[in-house]
């Protein structure tokens, strides 16, 4: 193979692509082809070994040698390529050189491998016992050759194919850590927004309309109370408040903040005896008007005449819940609020 013009466009593009020559999106491309196609990976097969045995043989022109030395040759793989087919034209020669006259030597490496058996000719002048003699030694050897020479290209194929499917898993394992971290980054950038939004809702609008916001609304015939205040507990906290539960209420929280840094917020009811979860609010916003606080309305049917907390979180931007205060009280059926 001389690499001439004669070669067909596709042909071209496959001796590009194995000299390193071809774009990065068409590399891929022929990439992802020689995969699933067995008729594109068969072609280029073909097209490399014509590729080797050309630079074996030196028939490759100088531009492309250049390219294949200084590309091809890089790969372990390819260059075994190139040793096999150097060991392979050197006992195709020695084969020729015991079969055939010294004037019929010349030629290049096709004509070589052409002339690889002696011609009936020379079989026909010879005895019978001298024929015998070098034509099944030198069958054996063209056989064991043949053999070993398909192994070869085969086990490379195989070798080719595994470096292949390895190199697309590597590209579809980049892709989507790509694509996994855009989407993080949009999700954050997402929830960036929301927070804001919250935050600028949250000092712009009157206390009114924040806390109807904030708080659930109020049930059919039900009564609200108004906002007990309560102070986040400290191991100092004296008696805690008591509060009268009456049927069908709702009842009204104010929880004061030490520091507002969050846009949202939950509340979560426990009672004191056994910290299980009695009731859990939907996401609570906080108001800075008159205090910083987060208001909040528990239904009277979910408590009974005893001592409860309400731990209160704040939601980042990315939804994880953090515990910022805890609050006390106490719930009577006979007294009112104290």
């Known amino acids: 193979m ?35 196609d067995d008729d594109v990976a068969a072609r280029l097969c073909g097209v490399e070994e014509d590729l080797v045995d050309a630079y074996v043989t030196g028939t490759l022109d100088a ?8 590309y091809y040759l890089k790969s372990p793989l390819r260059r075994g390529k190139v040793k096999f087919a150097r060991r392979f034209l050197a006992v195709v ?5 015991a079969a055939t006259p010294a004037p019929a030597m010349a030629g290049a490496g096709a004509d070589r491998v052409r002339r690889f ?11 019978a016992t001298r024929r015998a003699r070098f034509s099944w030694p030198m069958l054996t050897a063209a056989a064991s ?33 790509i694509l996994s971290k855009q989407l993080d980054e949009a999700r954050n950038e997402n929830a960036q927004i929301a927070e804001q939004l919250n935050r600028a809702r949250a000092e712009s609008l009157p206390p009114e309309q924040l806390s109807a916001l904030a708080l659930p609304a109020v049930r059919p015939g039900a009564t609200a109370s108004r906002a007990v205040v309560l102070f986040p507990q400290t191991r100092s906290v004296g008696q805690p408040t008591t509060i ?48 910083s606080s987060v208001p ?3 239904p009277s049917h979910v408590l009974n005449a005893q001592h409860y907390s309400i731990e209160l979180s704040g939601i980042d931007a990315a ?14 059926r006979r007294v009112g609020v104290r």
């Not at 001439?4 to 020559?21: F, I, K, N, W």
């Not at 058996?117 to 005895?127: H, L, N, V, Y």
């Not at 192994?151 to 590209?171: C, E």
């Not at 939804?319 to 009577?332: A, C, I, K, M, P």
């Open 117 to 127: 058996s002696p011609r009936p000719e020379t079989i026909a002048s010879k005895p």
């Open 2 to 36: 001389a690499l001439t013009h004669d070669l067909s466009a596709r042909d071209r593009q496959l001796v590009d692509y194995l000299l390193g020559l071809l774009p990065e999106e068409e590399a891929e491309l022929l990439d992802e082809e020689s995969i699933v």
């Open 63 to 70: 531009k492309n040698r250049s390219h294949f030395e200084t």
């Open 145 to 177: 050759m043949l053999i070993t020479c398909g192994v070869f290209v085969k086990d490379m194929q195989v070798r080719h194919g595994l470096d292949q499917v390895r190199a697309q898993s590597a590209a579809q394992s980049r892709r989507a850590a």
């Open 319 to 332: 939804g994880l819940e953090t515990t910022v205060s805890s609050y006390g009280f106490q719930t009577d």
């Open 296 to 298: 909040l309305v528990v």
């Open 93 to 97: 020669d020695r084969a020729s050189a």
């Open 244 to 291: 009268r539960i009456q049927p069908n209420a709702e009842i009204r929280f104010d929880l004061r903040l030490e520091s507002n840094e969050f846009a949202r917020y939950r509340a979560i009811l426990r009672p004191a005896s056994d910290n299980s979860i009695v009731w859990r609010s939907a996401v609570l916003v906080a108001r800075t008007a008159p205090s």
